[in-house]
């Protein structure tokens, strides 16, 4: 019989000590793209993407169309030799390929651009984050458009927004209602219920 009873307050025990462990998480959630578009020297940033992809991208094109055209009349003109002809065929269709594959050649360069300008904002913003979790006893704080289903949970944005120093903008995650208890809707749609 005591050792059923010892059973019986172990297990009692350990599951208050559960629930107490448990009662102390904290959950909340971010969507870290918003907290980068409330960082004040972000626009310095999009003026540095604009200004590459109009300096470096948009007047590459023209310069690769003037290449084509004019390696091209070079290769089907009869005067040409034919050892010249031959390279001057590959070099035009070189350029060619280029041409054709320009919108893929543009985006990449473009995402290699972003990642080079943005990732010390993605830094500061996950560091910012982190500091506020911290600082506000947050536990757990996952990715908002990372999740599926989840139960609810304190949208942090209104409080890194207070860390920054900034306001929010009418109709961003938690403007009517910061610190409140929002619940995770799928990442195509991340939105308040």
Do not use: C
């Not at 990732?119 to 704080?141: C, D, H, M, Q, R």
């Amino acid at each position: 019989m005591k050792k059923v009873l010892s059973l019986v307050a172990v297990s009692f025990a350990l599951v208050l000590i559960g629930n107490v462990a448990n009662a102390q998480n904290k959950f909340g959630h971010v969507n870290i793209e918003e907290v980068v578009s409330l960082m004040p020297d972000i626009k310095k940033a999009d003026s540095i993407l604009q200004k590459f992809r109009k300096d470096s991208l948009d007047n590459a094109l023209p310069f690769y169309v003037g290449e084509y055209k004019r390696k091209d009349s070079i290769a089907k003109s009869p005067a040409t030799p034919a050892a010249i002809k031959q390279q001057v065929q590959q070099e035009a269709a070189n350029y060619l390929q280029i041409i054709q594959n320009w919108d893929q050649y543009l985006q990449s360069e473009m995402q290699r651009k972003q990642g080079e300008v943005l990732n010390p904002y993605f830094s500061k913003a996950y560091e910012l984050i982190s500091t506020v979790a911290k600082e506000n006893g947050y536990t757990w704080v996952f990715k908002q458009e990372g999740l599926w289903v989840a139960p609810p949970a304190d949208d942090l944005l209104p409080l890194v927004a207070k860390k920054l120093g900034v306001k929010l903008p009418t109709g961003a995650a938690g403007v009517d209602q910061p610190g409140t208890k929002e619940a995770v809707k799928p990442a195509t749609g991340a939105k308040k219920q």
